[in-house]
T-cell receptor, first 118, second 113 residues
Framework: EPEVTQTPSHQVTQMGQEVILRCVPISNHLYFYWYRQILGQKVEFLVSFYNNEISEKSEIFDDQFSVERPDGSNFTLKIRSTKLEDSAMYFC????????????????FGSGTRLTVV | GNSVTQMEGPVTLSEEAFLTINCTYT??????LFWYVQYPGEGLQLLLKATKADDKGSNKGFEATYRKETTSFHLEKGSVQVSDSAVYFC????????????FGKGTMLLVSP
């Protein structure tokens, strides 16, 4: 079964440093997302991406965050200057909406990158 | 706006007990509804889904029925196993192009032998 792949699985960084989280979505999916889960809290939407541009973003996704699809396969989330409160599990997801069947509207999530800011 | 409300956890059960985790939602239109599961140390996995009213999603012995009249999507399993111990998230997604998932807070299930 196709998978969404995220790397690294765990990253530790010092406060103020830049980090890039990487994702390889499923190849025929068109919509890409980043979500995060702070420990013990609910999963929160960060940003969605379609046709090489941001289609929607949450209040969390401020100027410190950016996303990019640098080539045909990778989808990255960059945090320019990390803060302690950025420590969380970050999930990438992709979604197939190329089919007209509603049953295909589900997301496929990666296994996540645990970011620890110290 | 859209919201999902789940019962508070943790839910503690003995093996082979019956499981219900309640989920209700608020949304405009006709969203798709999902249950995701997160096993310890792992990411989110889709457990089951339903895309229209009265649909029943099922997988691995779990079931949930999309009830529009009560705006609910309760998760049930007739006989839980220790391996079902995980956090379960109810979620919805509007059926439009850029729609995002709105999650509940998650319910931890602990099953003891």
């Amino acid at each position: 079964e196709p998978e969404v792949t995220q790397t690294p699985s765990h990253q530790v960084t010092q406060m103020g440093q830049e980090v890039i989280l990487r994702c390889v979505p499923i190849s025929n999916h068109l919509y890409f997302y980043w979500y995060r889960q702070i420990l013990g809290q609910k999963v929160e939407f960060l940003v969605s991406f379609y046709n090489n541009e941001i289609s929607e973003k949450s209040e969390i996704f401020d100027d410190q965050f950016s996303v990019e699809r640098p080539d045909g396969s990778n989808f990255t989330l960059k945090i320019r200057s990390t803060k302690l409160e950025d420590s969380a599990m970050y999930f990438c997801a992709s979604r197939d909406l190329s089919s007209r069947l509603l049953a295909n509207y589900g997301y496929t999530f990666g296994s996540g990158t645990r970011l620890t800011v110290v | 706006g859209n919201s999902v409300t789940q019962m508070e956890g943790p839910v503690t059960l003995s093996e082979e007990a019956f499981l219900t985790i309640n989920c209700t939602y608020t949304a405009t239109g006709y969203p798709s509804l999902f249950w995701y599961v997160q096993y310890p140390g792992e990411g989110l996995q889709l457990l089951l889904k339903a895309t229209k009213a009265d649909d029943k999603g099922s997988n691995k012995g779990f079931e949930a029925t999309y009830r529009k009249e009560t705006t609910s999507f309760h998760l049930e399993k007739g006989s839980v196993q220790v391996s079902d111990s995980a956090v379960y998230f109810c979620a919805l997604s509007p059926n439009s192009g850029y729609s995002t998932l709105t999650f509940g807070k998650g319910t931890m299930l602990l099953v003891s032998p």
